[in-house]
T-cell receptor, first 118, second 115 residues
């Protein structure tokens, strides 16, 4: 059973460029969340997609955008890259049954994409 | 504003010791508190989690203690092994509309277990 897969694993970009990161959720999961993990820090929530719409968003600028496809896979796009965008970008997939309360129900992280901005 | 504060930043224990990692939260709306384990080059993996109506939860060698009035919770690792060497993150979340939720993480604790 494949878990969450992310691509690419590593990426080097130049300041000002744009980048697209990809995520395939775990089989059976329909919700995708993206997190940014700076070196030595805990992951920070960027946004979450469900039914191809952005459902929740953290405190990140509009340079960060995303998309979810009908097959539940997702992309994270970052425009006008800054040096401070260098981080590990994690994708997490989950499935929230209707009527369920909060929780990491099936919340599974991928191994991430290491983005370096030079 | 850091909503989940974690300490210590790093921890070194001998094999068989009991490392304890502490977290404190501010938002009383949080209603689910998971702990994650992360190895280098990997994403966080759920270790154990607790809800605020329970004061303690044990799974194998891992125990969460929860103090709702103090807004604190901690992770204890019994009989620690070198293979437990990893970074541990506490997190918190609250129910939001349509069943969505987002995790708020602490800054992490790097645990080293010496043979």
């Amino acid at each position: 059973d494949a878990g969450v897969t992310q691509s690419p694993t590593h990426l080097i970009k130049t300041r000002g460029q744009q980048v697209t990161l990809r995520c395939s959720p775990k089989s059976g999961h329909d919700t995708v969340s993206w997190y940014q993990q700076a070196l030595g820090q805990g992951p920070q929530f960027i946004f979450q997609y469900y039914e191809e719409e952005e459902r929740q968003r953290g405190n990140f600028p509009d340079r960060f955008s995303g998309h979810q496809f009908p097959n539940y896979s997702s992309e994270l796009n970052v425009n006008a890259l800054l040096l401070g965008d260098s981080a590990l970008y994690l994708c997490a997939s989950s499935w929230i049954p209707p009527g369920q309360g909060a929780g990491g129900y099936g919340y599974t992280f991928g191994s991430g994409t290491r983005l370096t901005v030079v | 504003q850091q909503q989940v504060k974690q300490s210590p930043q790093s921890l070194i224990v001998q094999k068989g010791g009991i490392p304890i990692i502490n977290c404190a939260y501010e938002n009383t709306a949080f209603d689910y508190f998971p702990w994650y384990q992360q190895f280098p080059g990997k994403g966080p993996a759920l270790l154990i989690a607790i809800r605020p109506d329970v004061s303690e939860k044990k799974e194998g060698r891992f125990t969460i203690s929860f103090n709702k009035s103090a807004k604190q919770f901690s992770l204890h690792i019994m009989d620690s092994q070198p293979g437990d060497s990893a970074t541990y993150f506490c997190a918190a979340t609250r129910y939001q509309t349509a069943g969505s939720y987002q995790l708020t993480f602490g800054k992490g604790t790097k645990l080293s277990v010496i043979p």
